[in-house]
């Protein structure tokens, strides 16, 4: 009898704390991707929810796999801990995901076929919002020191991106296939230095060690809008220091952004050159990522990524 080819196994992995309805939401859509000649699971870390988060996914949704958190592992360790329940269930990848996002159906075996083709590649998602479906979202973060580190784009559409996946020098988090291969040789994330932005220096070390990072236009995840974070010109003066200073979690925190450069520059000297490129632009108020970016002409990344974008055979 001819030999049975085993099916490729993935694992779904979110950290969560509260937001039951969005994670419920989540899981729904999950369950209407196309997941035809695949073994697909998913990975649920709770990090120490109140609104009975655990209780409801589990009711509905039985063959969720829980990991309980204890309300301190913010992004980076919700995600590790969902790493590591899901590498003892042997997948052949692992995609990670916000819960706040909802997929087109055939996004799975698009970033499934476009990883099969490019060996050893990692793969995200298109990200769109999901209340502006044609804008596109943290997608293609391109490094200048001139600019003080990445910077993310503020007007790009699914007009204005490649019509193949291209290669990228970051992938932010919400919504990217890993071959568990790379995982094994790269390690999990940083959790102690990036409690809350862990995926600013994963994706990047693991192009440092030879991955090639790719993002397919195919493969579409409609995301929530990010809530600005609280300005910090108007909070009290202790807030305020603890906040620049003390707080790693926050996203006004200043060792986050020295952090995010140091160790998601393509080397070391690059992002010492623009860290204080960074400050300089955040005193003088142009930095890109305030609402100055807004207001500065981009290139369509189309055109600024043509020379990256692989070969359907590459």
């Not at 039985?62 to 329940?85: C, H, K, Y």
């Not at 790009?156 to 290669?167: I, Y």
């Not at 220096?201 to 693991?206: F, G, H, N, S």
Request: some cysteine.
């Amino acid at each position: 009898m001819p030999r049975t080819e085993r099916r490729k196994r993935v694992a779904i992995v979110t950290p969560v704390h509260n937001r039951c309805d969005l994670t419920l939401q989540c899981l729904r859509s999950i369950e209407r991707l196309d997941a035809d000649g695949l073994e697909v699971f998913a990975v649920i870390v709770d990090d120490g929810s109140t609104d009975g988060t655990a209780e409801k996914v589990k009711a509905a949704y039985p063959n969720v796999q829980i990991v309980s958190g204890d309300g301190n592992l913010w992004f980076s360790g919700g995600m590790n801990r969902g790493f590591e329940a899901a590498l003892e269930r042997d997948p052949d990848y692992i995609l990670s995901i916000n819960n706040d996002t909802v997929f087109d159906r055939k996004l799975l075996r698009n970033l499934i076929e476009t990883a099969e083709k490019h060996p050893r590649s990692v793969v995200g998602a298109l990200l769109l919002l999901w209340d502006q479906p044609h804008r596109v979202f943290q997608v293609a973060p391109k490094w200048s020191s001139y600019w003080g580190g990445f910077r993310h784009w503020q007007q790009q559409t699914v007009w204005t991106v490649p019509d193949r996946p291209w290669k990228v020098e970051i992938i932010v988090g919400n919504c990217v296939l890993f071959p568990v291969e790379a995982i094994r040789e790269c390690g999990l994330m940083d959790e102690k230095r990036f409690p809350h932005y862990g995926d600013a220096e994963y994706t990047p070390r693991m192009r440092r060690a030879g991955w090639t990072l790719l993002v397919d236009p195919r493969a579409r995840a409609f995301c929530q809008p990010n809530t600005p974070p609280p300005s910090v010109g108007k909070m009290p003066f202790r807030k305020k220091l603890r906040t620049l200073f003390l707080d790693k979690g926050n996203a006004n925190s200043l060792w986050r952004r020295t952090y995010a450069n140091l160790f998601g520059a393509p080397n070391k000297l690059w992002g010492l050159v623009a860290t204080p490129v960074f400050y300089l632009r955040y005193l003088i108020g142009k930095n890109y990522e305030s609402s100055y970016a807004e207001r500065v002409p981009e290139p369509q990344l189309k055109d600024l990524y043509a020379n990256e974008v692989v070969a359907p055979e590459e």
